[in-house]
Antibody
Framework: QLQLQESGPGLVRPSETLSLTCTVS?????????WGWIRQPPGKGLEWIGS???????YYYPSLKSRVTITVDTSKNQFSLKLRSVTAADTGIYYC???????????WGQGTTVSVSS | DIQMTQSPSTLSASVGDRVTITCRAS??????LAWYQQKPGKAPKLLIY???ILESGVPSRFSGSGSGTEFTLTISSLQPDDFATYHC???????????FGPGTKVDIK
């Protein structure tokens, strides 16, 4: 059964870069899926950050596009998120996830909490 | 951006009730809509995709309908395990991003 696990620092200083990695187990990241990141600010709804296809094509949410980079490392079966110039508004739970074309997000990581604070 | 709204924001219901949640998109998204259930401290779980297709393993008391800009999620007979927050998500266009609705919390009456 496919599992996703987020990893990375739980605390990031304002103006710095948030970096998270998602490790895929129980299946190959090279299959024909999309791999993405979704976040949830405290007490709020879900926000799509972006995704990357198995072939490396990236798709970012317009309001975050200037600060986001998502990459994939097929040799490690991992994909990663970098969010630059963070502020307190970037605090929240970050989920990595899998989506199939024409489908919803059918596999989620457990989520990792990131706080932006000095 | 495509904006998503949900109503109501909170719904109080009893076990056995029929429950309906509405999701509206700011422009047509055809049938590219998914519904998720989220419980406190947990990741969301996919219930329905393409507006009306039940994800494998999801109980048949859940159903979805709609197209264009208006969609509904119905729980035919609410069960104790169904008290949770429900989110809709559009996935119509990569360039617009795949936005979520603000969520509907279903709690015990």
């Amino acid at each position: 059964q496919l599992q996703l696990q987020e990893s990375g620092p739980g605390l990031v200083r304002p103006s710095e870069t948030l970096s998270l990695t998602c490790t895929v187990s129980g299946g190959s990241i090279s299959n024909t899926y999309f791999w993405g990141w979704i976040r949830q600010p405290p007490g709020k709804g879900l926000e799509w950050i972006g995704s990357i296809s198995y072939s490396g094509n990236t798709y970012y949410y317009p309001s975050l596009k200037s600060r986001v980079t998502i990459t994939v490392d097929t040799s490690k079966n991992q994909f990663s998120l970098k969010l630059r110039s963070v502020t307190a508004a970037d605090t929240g739970i970050y989920y990595c996830a899998r989506r199939q074309a024409g489908h919803g997000v059918d596999v989620w990581g457990q989520g990792t909490t990131v706080s932006v604070s000095s | 951006d495509i904006q998503m709204t949900q109503s109501p924001s909170t719904l109080s219901a009893s076990v056995g009730d029929r429950v309906t949640i509405t999701c509206r998109a700011s422009q047509s998204i055809s049938s590219w809509l998914a519904w998720y259930q989220q419980k406190p401290g947990k990741a969301p779980k996919l219930l329905i995709y393409k507006a009306s297709i039940l994800e494998s393993g999801v109980p048949s008391r859940f159903s979805g309908s709609g197209s264009g800009t208006e969609f509904t999620l119905t729980i035919s007979s609410l069960q104790p395990d169904d008290f949770a927050t429900y989110h809709c998500q559009q996935y119509n266009s990569y360039s617009e991003g795949f936005t979520f609705g603000p969520g509907t919390k279903v709690d015990i009456k």
